[in-house]
């Protein structure tokens, strides 16, 4: 079925297709967790139930995607030891302690203040649980430093040597940790995933703002004669309050970080034209050097073999101003670079669009919000609820638009100018990786379309009023000792 198929081109379908799966979860729990630790604050701080309404919510929600992430980041490990053997034999003495600081420094952290802050409110006391909450963020956050320096190097490689059996090896771990692009792949990697959770949170918000609209939900609108009880106007209540909040805190996260984004944006192009000038030139489309200025193109289709972009839509010279804030300063295109460590540029040229597309978007939903917010209308403009239950998902397209951006980018190598990609794929047969990657998107779509498909449901129910605790009927069994047991019933002072 395979054996007309390249094995290596297989083998990056394969890892694109496991990664892209497992980079939407991170994406998500890294600001979902900081999220959470801020609405676990304000309502230590406030003492509103709202708060704590909003945190229970969210936390299972955050439970079911960090496990889908954990499960899909597992697959990634498997993926380095078969069909790059090469790749982890070379680099694995840089790369391999990389990955092992973020298991013990990272995982590990979350996973022991996760059960904590999942099960624990009404058994370690609310400071307490807020602790392991902050461990669980800030857990996220080590766990995204670690992953992008592995990343940033394969980028930037700096602080090794090549021993006698070609292998890199660490010569100075600074320079290896913080090589001269992770700052910048860390900073945009972070708002983005900020702005993903503030986009989804928002979006949910804004789908259970127009649920009450349109359904008579409005806590004020219940009429008693119609047979509503106190139990459902209590729920209508805490279900509009939820969603009031969360929408308006997402909207001022939107409009905060989107312009912030776009700063640090900005800076890390400039430091990829410096680094990875032929990743520059595919993004912007320049097939040729412009010694007088470059254009930016705004559309248009790239053409491989007139190697030009047709119906070209551009600035004369707003290339050249924005890379170099120079419009005259002369740019060098692709001909400059030889035909065989050029990146493909059509898929490179049009995921950067994608990306700053969607970016344009977060700016002017922000701009938006804070104009609503200043009318007084932000929970009474449908359209303004509208467009941001649109653009819900929009953040995840976003981070893997950005992700095909920076990986294909860098090809023809894994590790940039020094290691290409052919050359870390492992000795296979086409039908073995083949037959693998189809296993891969049958299991994946059923294990993570199911548990995509219980978050959906968990997000459509929205805030419910005293939410039932976690702990006190769902949590985990001892499992020490020969007959295991259920978990500990524990009073309100304490006691068992």
Known sequence: MFENFDAVFLARLQFAFTISFHFIFPAFTIGLASYLAVLEWRWLRTKEQVYLDLFRFWVKIFAVAFA??????????????????????????????????????????????????????????????????????????LSAFWILSANSWMHTPTGFGINEVGQFVPEDWLQIIFNPSFPYRLAHTLSATYLTTALAVGGVGAWHLLRHRYKGGTPGATDPAAGEDEAAEAARATSLAGARTMFSMAMWMVAIVAPLQVIIGDLHGLNTLEHQPAKIMAMEGHYQSHPDGAPLILFGIPNSQTRSVDYAIQIPKAGSLILKHDPNAPMDGLDTIPAESQPPVGMVFWSFRIMVGIGLLMLALGAWSLYARYRR?????????????????????????GWITTEVGRQPYTVYNLMTTRESASALDASAVGASLVAFIIVYFIVFGLGTLYILRLMAKGVQPAERPMDEDEAPIRSSGITPGPAMKMSDDGKE
Do not use: C, K
Not at 112 to 139: E, S
């Open 68 to 141: 889908m992430g954990v499960v899909s980041g597992i697959v990634m490990t498997y993926q380095f030891g078969t069909n790059w053997a090469v790749f982890s034999d070379r680099a694995g003495p840089v790369i391999g302690p990389l990955m092992a600081y973020e298991v013990m420094a990272a995982f590990f952290l979350e996973a022991g203040f996760l059960g904590v802050m999942l099960f624990g409110l009404n058994r370690v006391g609310p400071r307490l649980h807020f602790a392991a909450t902050l461990m669980v963020a800030f857990g996220t956050f």
């Open 377 to 401: 209308r932000l929970y009474e403009w449908p359209l303004l609820h509208r467009v941001a239950l649109a653009m819900a998902p929009s953040g995840f397209v976003a981070v893997i638009a």
